[in-house]
């Protein structure tokens, strides 16, 4: 293995997730040296994407996580050490190709057009007024990158996918709504775009159900009410029981972003969100951060284990030993001692699917879409299902088809709920079996796919989400910071939040990812 | 230089790999802005440079893209590759190492880069007098079994160095450049209006 020349860093960050790629690149950016590191031989970690190919043999290494010593170099000590406790990322991995009356050829046109998927994790939307895109903009970083504007939201409503009109023009325009209720709509958005945050606006409605509110004070119908709810939003995907004060919060930013960039309020990666996570590097790089990859963490030397004095220095699996001054890692690079104080008790764990189709959903031709199933959905979830589909214009797939991610809260009816979803979306050999042979099935057919279950560790220090992280509420050596797993949000405003509140930790006072120096350009 | 916002016809990304050491930023740096530092300095701050040049009327700009260092321990990222359109791989003539690392350097290109991308093999450091490691022959042989074009560059004397980069952007220019004009000015024809041609159909229009 090579060898680096430096062996003392001002910052070693371990994990090329979103969270501490984006601090690597302020801190760099700051004048800080950096050593950037990854066990896998791919960049992004947690928020990885992957080729077809990539994303099974990913499957296979998390389907039975191996203990120690495996052989094909592959396995991470570290990692695997920490998969054998309860604060393991990934439980019950399982991987499905299809199998079709032409199922040879299904599976050999998956496999060889392997490089044309760029199958995600943990996807992600960028909100248009976002934490991310403001970020992307005042660096300039923005320019490694393309997006996409999302086409279509919809919410499964009485068994149809039903598009929502996001804007004042769609619902003038909308053919499902009365006049009345385009009326009452009307008058609802401009109430909620205006909102201020001053809670006596609501009427005494602030800690109520949005719905009762919507219901209530607007008149909307259910279906209506729970469309704004559920779909008019920036709401956490997954969140129940929101307030009206949350809701029309959520509502007001999400009417926000409508507009800055196009008729939408969300943006879609073009090749997805490791895209992102890779243009951070690439700025840290720039300003001279060292990257390795697929290089491990074999030792970190914990000179006192305490508050005071922490760890100072790390070896690497090429048997070099790295000391620093300050340490930003990801979960899966912690020492299993820390693990309890690092991370917040009550992570979220999520089941999440991934599938392919091989085509666009029934009558429905937007290539981009999220789809909102709103619990107790005609499709009987329980829970909010939240999916998102790309297709090839954002690379997620070759032309023709689609992918569509899902998630929605584990638990012991999560994988019925999601499947019922799901059914509602495409058909699988299982599902298609009713079919009596005079009514076609419309639905695409899944060719693939994966599901997971997710443990979304958050360090303690961000968890509380006020202004005063990493003042030893965590317990951990001073010095070590830790960078929180991708969530379930829609968006990425939460990683932006921890990565700027670890580099003002280590960097006081020093500015956030200021624009690079201009290059020398002959048409500036 | 021009201040005007449209000072070039065609943008053209191309980039450079190969091993560390082999003198990619010093290739970038002599062809862009004339100049070369001659102590081994790793790439920290080159993110991308620009020249515009001028290829058989147009104005080309070339926007030339540094691995930022991410090479040292093969961890360029992905979309580095992403919509280059031509790529320059680099070895030094000196290092027997980087020469023979060429192969894995096309497969990368190959992974990640578009299909069509154009490539060139350049073998940098031929100003030495002593110490040649890798013969012009080799290289030449090398570059042919991959067909791509080869050429020996010294960015210390400049030797074979705006050669370089004006062959990789012809090539781009022929493959991508030139199409698109021939079907713009296809396109113009039908939609133009001749107004000293005769034309024969020329019955259309009011009755």
């Known amino acids: ?524 | 230089m021009t201040s005007n916002t449209a000072s070039y016809d065609n943008l053209v990304k191309l980039l450079l790999v190969g091993d560390s050491g082999v003198g990619k930023s010093c290739l970038l740096l002599r062809f862009t802005d004339d100049s070369f530092t001659p102590s081994f300095i790793t790439t920290v701050g080159i993110d991308f440079k620009v020249r515009t040049i001028d290829l058989d009327g147009r104005r080309i700009k070339l926007q030339i893209w540094d691995t930022a260092g991410q090479e040292r321990f093969r961890t360029i990222t992905t979309s580095y590759y992403r919509n280059a359109m031509g790529i320059l791989i680099v070895y030094d003539v000196t290092d027997k190492r980087s020469f023979d690392n060429i192969p894995t350097w096309i497969r990368q290109v190959e992974e990640h880069a578009s299909q069509s991308v154009d490539k060139l093999l350049v073998g940098n450091k031929c100003d030495v007098d002593t110490g040649r490691a890798v013969t012009y022959e080799e290289g030449l042989q090398l570059a042919a079994e991959y067909s791509m074009p080869f050429m020996e560059t010294s960015a210390k004397s400049s030797r074979g160095v705006e050669e370089s980069f004006y062959t990789l952007a012809k090539m781009v220019k022929k493959r991508v450049i030139d199409p698109e004009e021939a079907r713009a000015a296809e396109a113009a024809k039908k939609n133009g209006v001749d107004l000293h041609g005769s034309n024969g159909n020329s019955q259309a229009g009011c009755c």
């Open chain 1, 1 to 524: 293995m090579d060898q680096l020349s430096t062996t003392h860093y001002d910052v070693v960050v371990l994990g090329t997730g979103l969270v501490e790629s984006i601090a690597a690149a302020a801190l760099a950016r700051a004048g800080k040296s950096v050593l950037h590191v990854d066990a896998n031989k791919y960049y992004g970690g947690n928020w990885a994407a992957f080729s077809y190919d990539a994303l099974l043999q990913w499957a296979k290494q998390n389907e039975a996580p191996m203990v120690d010593g495996s052989s094909d170099g592959q396995q991470r000590p570290l990692a695997a050490h920490f998969a054998q406790t309860n604060q393991a990322r990934y439980t019950n991995v399982r991987a499905d190709e299809y199998a079709w009356p032409d199922a040879t050829e299904v599976s050999a046109s998956l496999a060889s057009a392997s490089r044309q998927y760029a199958l995600e994790l943990a996807p992600k939307l960028l909100a248009a007024n976002g934490e991310l895109v403001d970020l992307l903009v005042a660096s300039d970083i923005g320019k490694y990158l393309e997006f996409r504007l999302l086409e279509a939201v919809y919410l499964l409503s009485d068994d149809q996918l039903e598009r929502v009109p996001s804007s004042k023009e769609a619902v003038f325009s909308s053919k499902t709504l009365t006049l009345v209720e385009k009326r009452k709509l009307m008058k609802f958005l401009m109430f909620a775009g205006a909102y201020t945050g001053d809670e006596t606006a609501l009427d005494g409605f602030a800690e109520r159900p949005y719905a009762d509110y919507l219901a209530e004070r607007f008149g909307l119908a259910p279906r209506l009410a729970a469309a704004i709810e559920h779909a008019v939003t920036l709401k956490p995907p997954l969140q129940t029981g929101v307030t009206t004060h949350q809701g029309i919060t959520y509502t007001r930013d999400y009417l926000r972003s409508f507009g800055r960039f196009g008729p939408s309020s969300l943006l879609c990666t073009v090749y997805g969100g490791s895209e992102i996570v890779q243009a951070f590097c690439r700025v840290c790089a720039v300003f001279g951060g060292t990257y390795i990859l697929g290089y491990d963490v074999v030792d970190f030397e914990l000179s006192n284990d305490d508050a005071e004095q922490g760890v100072a220095a790390l070896s690497l699996s090429n048997g070099q030993r790295i000391t620093f001054d300050h340490l930003v890692s990801a979960v899966d690079y912690l020492p299993t001692a820390w693990q309890h104080r690092a991370i917040a008790d009550d992570g979220m764990r999520v089941l999440r699917m991934v599938t392919v189709l091989d085509g666009s959903l029934a009558g429905e031709e937007a290539k981009t879409a999220v789809i909102n199933f709103a619990p107790h959905s005609s499709a009987g979830n329980a829970e909010p299902v939240i999916a998102l589909q790309m297709d090839s214009e954002t690379h997620a797939c070759p032309a023709g088809q689609r992918v569509v991610y899902a998630w929605t809260k584990a638990g012991d009816t999560a994988h019925d709920a999601l499947d019922a979803c799901m059914r509602t979306l495409f058909r699988t050999p299982d599902s298609t079996a009713a079919q009596d042979g005079t009514d076609v099935d419309q639905r695409p057919r899944a060719l693939f796919s994966l599901r997971f279950e997710e443990h979304i560790r958050a360090s303690r220090d961000g968890h509380s989400d006020s202004a005063s992280h990493d003042t030893g509420a965590s317990s951990l050596p001073a010095g070590v910071h830790v960078c929180d797993d991708p969530d379930a949000d829609l968006d990425f405003g939460r990683a932006v939040r921890r990565a700027r509140a670890i580099f003002d930790a280590i960097t006081p006072g020093a500015e956030f990812l200021p624009k690079a120096p201009p290059v020398d350009d002959d048409d500036l």
